[in-house]
């Protein structure tokens, strides 16, 4: 008989997975840099970010149950 999961053990391995998820992002926007770097004049590579960093946003707020803009006004106050 198979044993089943644990909550905790789901936790680990999906924290897990998380964490590999945004070393491969990292990894996608060094390949996106020097795509970008490439075409200075295509406004798609900006578009793609802001796509991105909308998503990011979002995640954020959820596991910290804030707000959206909360997490926006942060940003520009680190500008």
Known sequence: MATKQTARELYDERRQDIARVMDWIELELDKHKTNAKANPTDWGYPGDLGH????????????????????????????
Do not use: M, W, Y
């Not at 991105?52 to 149950?65: G, Q, Y």
């Open 52 to 79: 991105v960093r909308e998503k990011l946003i979002e995640t954020l707020a959820f596991l910290s149950n804030g707000e959206p803009q909360e997490i926006e006004d942060l940003l520009s106050e680190c500008r």
